[in-house]
């Protein structure tokens, strides 16, 4: 175990996938503080799904097997399934969770479906698809993890330049819109972020599990900070951490899919947050309600509270009406 | 000729062919603290949001200060509703009230030193400097709506659009908000309010607009605020209040 992991270190491109993945849970985080703030966390996971469908088409057409496409193809099925969600929702009395779900497993179905067709067909075996249902970091070529950690780095500096504008736009958008701020524009500038931090993460978390990517070290960030700034950069470092860990992990025991144990990364990191945080944490909040408990029973016995005295005299009362 | 802070005309809303306003047109004249009064659903939130441009209209003309409101942003502040957004945003009460100037600052530019003053000038004139650095979530419901108006105050407009800024505060907070709407009024400033209480309209309003639909009356509070006219902007609904007001009188006595 620890000579495979050495020897690991050693290999120059796995270094690189190392730093790949570091870099997309960095991104993916930053960019899913926004979306978990904006409440579309579950947007992320059905545009992750939904993307399945374009990389498959995507490969049918092409018959190769090229980052670049497969991100034109999952931001057009994308694209579309978050046109259907709007639609299902304008157009019927149907809400916004439901249609998030029809969209979601329909997509999900018709890129499964694809994906069964094409390993079944002729260079089906050399596509390596399959390796997108769970993610397998350490099957990613050298430009494939260069594309993905520039592109990562474009996002946190996106991020970073429009930091005033997403944090209005994510907390008051009317207001946002009243001042002049072009809402709409930011607002679609965050979905397509968030639509490029899924599928540059597909290959290395896999579609099923890449939104937890984007929502978990969110989540366990906001444990630790009432700051936005604070916050977005507690994400961005569990989301690098949970991708690192995963890479290794996986990478150093056979075979095992990169997207389960990157999740569970994060998921760790979330528990710990979730316990241990200062304020927010459950421990914190155990440990506040009960001083404030002995407080208050403390408050009571004390003649200033009034409490005693008026008890007492009720007592007296009750003796004399008894003689 | 004058220009007025705010000229509506024919101004036509609609929710899904729903028509929620319908053909609207008045004139504000400046300097004035103008009540916006209606029953629920008379389309007052509606009226503002359209005004402001954050809801298309079907037809109709806004102008702000002789033009159009594009132009003219940087001169309107803007209080939403305060349920509008979710008070567990990671943000404190400061940085709240400088995103007030955002819209000044234009893209990328980050808040200094100069928004911050600012902005604790304006938490300062609604009482809550002690509490600039406190979490929002842990401010009180009359503590956020402070917080709402000195985001507005920050954004130093000369018309302002206030959704409601009366809801559910206590009487602390009321009297703050009355105080600060008479220190606009005599910076000659122009503030919209959509309020709800009809005891204390005469008390708090120089003019007010009375909705249903459409406009019922608009103008000064003595000759437009009768019960006449409030019959026919809330309907039956208005008797009964009026019914119980003189019983509750007579029993006094």
Redesign the interface.
Same mark, same amino acid.
């Given at each position: 175990m620890l000579s495979s992991f050495t020897s690991w270190f050693a290999d120059p491109n796995l270094q690189w996938i190392l730093m790949g993945s570091l870099l997309l849970g960095l991104g993916s985080g930053v960019i899913g503080s926004f979306a978990y703030?904006r409440?579309q966390s579950l947007l992320g996971d059905a545009l992750a799904h939904a993307a399945l469908p374009g990389i498959c088409i995507a490969f049918m057409l092409s018959g190769v097997k090229s980052m670049g496409l497969f991100i034109l193809g999952a931001i057009i099925s994308g694209a579309l399934a978050t046109f259907g969600i709007h639609a299902i929702t304008r157009f019927s009395r149907i809400k916004q969770d439901a249609a998030l779900g029809i969209v979601l497993s329909v997509f999900f179905g018709i890129g499964v479906v694809l994906m069964t067709k094409i390993q079944h067909s002729g260079n089906g075996n050399q596509s390596g698809l399959d390796k997108y249902m769970f993610g397998q970091a350490a099957s990613m070529m050298l430009s494939d993890v260069y594309l993905v950690g520039a592109v990562s780095l474009v996002l946190i500096l996106i991020c970073a330049?429009?930091?005033?504008?997403f944090?209005?736009v994510?907390?008051?958008p009317?207001?946002?819109?009243?001042?002049?701020?072009r809402t709409a524009f930011l607002e679609q500038l965050l979905l397509l972020m968030t639509v490029i931090a899924v599928v540059i993460g597909i290959q290395a978390v896999g579609v099923v599990l890449v939104a937890a990517l984007l929502i978990t070290p969110a989540v366990a960030a906001?444990y630790w900070?009432?700051?936005?700034g604070?916050?977005v950069v507690f994400a961005g470092v569990f989301g690098g951490l949970s991708g690192a860990v995963g890479t290794m992990i996986s990478g150093t025991l056979s075979n095992l899919p990169t997207g389960p144990v990157t999740v569970l990364a994060a998921t760790l990191l979330f528990a710990v947050s979730a316990l241990f945080a200062p304020n927010r944490g459950l421990i914190a909040k155990l440990m506040r309600r009960s001083r404030q408990r002995v407080e208050v029973r403390q408050w009571a016995g004390t003649p200033e509270s009034g409490l005693g005295a008026a008890a007492s005299r009720r007592y007296a009362g009750e003796r004399s009406a008894d003689s | 000729m004058t220009t007025y802070p705010l000229e509506v005309e024919r101004l036509t809303v609609a929710y899904q062919k729903k028509p929620v306003l319908n053909s609207v047109s008045f004139n504000i004249p400046a300097g004035k603290l103008i009540g916006i009064l209606g029953p629920n659903g008379a389309g007052k939130s509606t009226l503002l949001?359209a005004m402001?441009?954050?809801i298309p209209v079907v037809d109709g003309d806004v102008k702000i200060f002789g033009g159009a409101y594009?132009e003219q942003?940087?001169r309107?502040g803007?209080v /939403?509703q305060r349920e509008?957004?979710?008070w567990d945003? /990671?943000?404190?009460a400061l940085?709240?009230v400088m995103?007030?100037r955002?819209?000044h600052?234009g893209?990328?530019?980050? /808040?200094g030193a100069a928004e911050r003053n600012l902005a604790l000038e304006c938490l300062t004139k609604v009482g809550m400097s002690e509490l600039a650095g406190r979490?929002i979530s842990q401010l009180s419901g009359g503590q956020q709506q402070r917080v709402f108006l000195a985001?507005a105050l920050a954004?130093t407009a000369d018309l302002y659009?206030m959704d409601e800024p009366f809801a559910g505060v206590d009487a602390t907070t009321e009297k703050a908000i009355v105080a600060l709407l008479q220190e606009l009024k005599e910076q000659g400033k122009t503030v919209l309010v959509v309020h709800h209480d009809l005891a204390t309209v005469e008390q708090y309003f120089d003019h007010v607009l009375l909705l249903n639909g459409g406009l019922v009356a608009e103008g000064p509070t003595q000759e437009v605020f009768t019960p006449d006219n409030l019959q026919k902007t809330y309907g039956g609904r208005i008797a009964i209040l009026q019914d119980f007001s003189a019983s509750a009188s007579a029993g006094q006595v």
């Open positions: 703030l409440k330049l429009l930091f005033k504008e944090k209005l994510s907390f008051d009317g207001f946002a819109r009243g001042m002049g701020m906001r900070t009432d700051r936005l604070v916050m | 949001k402001l441009g954050l594009h942003r940087k309107v803007y /939403p509008s957004v979710d945003f /990671p943000t404190h940085d709240v995103m007030g955002y819209g600052l893209w990328f530019r980050r /808040p979490q985001r954004q659009f």
